[in-house]
């Protein structure tokens, strides 16, 4: 019999000792809010992409104090039962990073584990790219960092990092939620941060590595990413987003030749609440207005942005005279098109692009072009970086990843890495000017070389989630042969396209294959079809449609290729209209368009 919503009250009163948290419950109780302590206390937040990540307040469900040690002191288990010793923390600068920092730190602690703390007694705020850095440096078992990346100001997370400096990926995900169910009661000294910390201090079992890291994070782009000397005619305004990016930017940005960085003032520092903008997402074109008013005033045709973590990257050039914001695909493009120019053709055969599935296939037209291998992976870099280091393995060089929504991945990190992605943008741009051109003409060449790819990404908000299974069940998945009246493993046709291509992810079908199996992972417990569609006239479409782990939504990412830009436009925002006509039926499942982009 599961308790009352009392007694789960009592229950997180009884463990948890931050005053602000035990008062939002206590008064909660009091004025008998049941339905927000239902929301609150019945289910737990669990341990999913990556690790952790949600709204910030009291209760099992949230992010705070008591669910941060929690989780702590079950992955401080799982790690030391798999042989780990040491692990590296970090944390940005939203509200409360530091003091969960701490907890985290606190628990490793208690169990025994070395701690390579990319901060200090004070408080340090870092990039996240320096964590995954920081794990392969000192060879730790793991990585922590607390951050919610470009979340609204309300969220925080906890991103876990496996020895391998990658993101965590199944079955240890789900092993560590397991692991942290039966450890949910605070050990002795888990609340007593300073204590910890000053025993660990006595025994040399922590080590505050912030200014170390900074520097060797430093001298790996002058190293591996610095190859050139920034002409002084390149001239470009910066926004880290109100986050934590502007001193290492700055300090790389030295480095190439540029003393004096121009930024957006009010946007420099980091801000937890992110008071300019309305979403600290760089992908969201209202997050650079006050970069290109600066730029505007300052006569510059260039702006680039990191997000408030500083592992995305997003980048906007002056296109006759009207700003245009370059998408996570076509710097995806740009960035593999200059990287594979700077390797010798016999090296081709060894080397490796890659992007997650609802990424733009351009990067693939081109590597089948120029005979270099290129292979897609499921959504997150979690995927992307877990299959880089496999190629490595076997010995095949992988240059750059990248994923749509603005990630971008550079050796020898096995992450995304807003800072080098911006280095790099840098130098490239610079070589176009010498080269007289520009990134618009670069991706005009790259369209005549290999298609014109268009994409038409958005999402759907999913008032009621029962409709999910209603749409991918019933609308699409029970579609039967109109002249044989029996099931088929899926359609043959949307609108006027066929369907020559198909691969559903949750009940493990794939058209493509020879025993039909995928060759991506199946999960039964999410939404995942990808299709390729094509036209009388030559038109190749390759969606994606999934539910999100995450937030009650299910995205769709649509990209089609035609002979010309307007065409493959056209295209893709047609094939969004016959998806929501033909399969979402928002008529009668609720389903909200949030945009189309």
């Given at each position: 019999m599961s308790p009352s919503i009392k007694e789960l009250a009592h229950q997180w009163l009884s463990i948890d000792r931050?005053?602000?948290?035990?008062?939002?419950i206590v008064k909660l109780l009091e004025n008998e809010k049941f339905k927000v302590l239902e929301e609150r206390l019945r289910r737990r937040i669990t341990f999913g992409t990556a690790g952790l990540r949600g709204r910030m307040g009291a209760g099992f469900s949230l992010m705070n104090d008591?669910?941060?040690?929690?989780?702590?002191?079950?992955?401080?288990?799982?790690?030391?039962?798999?042989g780990g010793k040491s692990i590296v923390i970090g944390h940005d600068h939203r509200h409360n990073s530091k003091q969960f920092a701490e907890y985290t730190a606190t628990a490793f602690i208690l169990k025994g584990f070395s701690v390579y703390y990319v901060s200090n007694r004070e408080g340090g705020d870092i990039p996240t790219p320096f964590v995954p850095f920081a794990v392969d440096y000192y060879k730790s078992f793991g990585g922590i960092m607390i951050t919610a990346s470009h979340n609204p100001s309300a969220d925080n997370g906890y991103k876990v990092y496996w020895k391998n400096g990658c993101q965590?990926?199944?079955?240890?995900?789900?092993?560590?939620?397991?692991?942290?169910?039966?450890?949910?009661?605070?050990?002795?000294?888990?609340?007593?941060?300073?204590?910890?910390?000053?025993?660990?201090?006595?025994?040399?079992c922590i080590h505050y590595c912030m200014e170390e890291v900074f520097s060797l994070y430093l001298q790996r782009l002058t190293t591996q990413v610095i190859t050139t000397q920034i002409s002084p005619r390149i001239r470009f305004v910066y926004t880290p987003l109100h986050g934590v990016g502007l001193k290492i930017v700055t300090a790389a940005c030295r480095k190439m030749g540029i003393d004096s960085l121009i930024s957006v003032e009010e946007q420099s520092q980091p801000d937890p609440d992110f008071g300019t903008v309305e979403f600290p997402n760089p992908e969201e074109a209202s997050a650079l207005d006050m970069a290109k008013a600066k730029a505007?005033?300052?006569?510059?045709?260039?702006?680039?942005?990191?997000?408030?973590?500083?592992?995305?990257?997003?980048?906007?050039?002056?296109?006759?005279?009207?700003?245009?914001?370059?998408?996570?695909?076509?710097?995806?493009y740009l960035f593999a098109e200059y990287i594979i120019s700077q390797i010798p053709r016999e090296r081709y055969s060894s080397t490796y692009l890659l992007n997650s599935t609802v990424s733009s296939q351009m990067i693939s037209s081109m590597a089948a072009t120029l005979g270099v291998n290129y292979i897609d992976t499921l959504t997150g870099f979690k995927w992307i970086g877990n299959k880089a280091i496999e190629l490595e393995k076997s010995g095949y060089n992988v240059p750059f990843a990248f994923e749509e929504a603005i990630g971008f991945m550079l050796p020898p990190i096995h992450d995304k890495d807003g800072i080098s992605a911006l280095v790099l943008f840098l130098q490239m741009y610079d070589h176009w000017i010498k080269s007289g051109t520009s990134a618009v003409l670069k991706l005009e060449e790259g369209f005549k070389k290999y298609g014109y790819f268009k994409e038409c990404n958005g999402y759907y908000r999913v008032p009621n989630l029962s409709s999910i299974k209603t749409i991918f069940n019933e609308n699409i998945r029970r579609l039967r042969d109109a002249d044989t009246n029996l099931e088929k493993p899926y359609p043959d046709k949307l609108g006027r396209f066929t369907i020559s291509a198909w691969r559903d992810l949750t009940t493990g079908y794939d058209s493509s294959t020879k025993d039909h199996l995928p060759l991506l992972p199946v999960d039964r417990t999410t939404q995942m079809i990808t299709a390729v569609l094509r036209s009388d006239d030559e038109d190749t479409v390759r969606?994606?449609?999934?539910?999100?782990?995450?937030?009650?939504?299910?995205?769709?990412?649509i990209e089609s290729c035609s002979n010309t830009?307007?065409?493959?436009?056209?295209?893709?925002?047609?094939v969004w209209k016959l998806l929501e006509s033909?399969?979402?039926?928002?008529?009668?499942?609720?389903?909200?368009?949030?945009?189309?982009?």
């Open positions: 931050n005053p602000s948290t035990r008062s939002e008591l669910t941060i040690i929690q989780a702590s002191q079950g992955l401080a288990n799982y790690m030391s039962k798999a965590i990926i199944p079955p240890h995900d789900r092993r560590i939620q397991d692991e942290i169910l039966v450890n949910t009661h605070p050990i002795e000294g888990a609340w007593n941060f300073k204590a910890a910390f000053d025993h660990a201090e006595s025994i040399s505007n005033a300052e006569g510059i045709d260039l702006l680039l942005a990191n997000d408030p973590d500083a592992d995305r990257f997003s980048a906007a050039v002056k296109d006759n005279g009207n700003w245009r914001q370059l998408t996570g695909n076509e710097l995806g969606f994606t449609v999934r539910s999100s782990g995450t937030e009650p939504k299910l995205k769709v990412y830009e307007k065409k493959a436009s056209q295209v893709s925002h047609e033909e399969w979402f039926k928002t008529e009668t499942t609720g389903l909200v368009s949030s945009f189309v982009a």
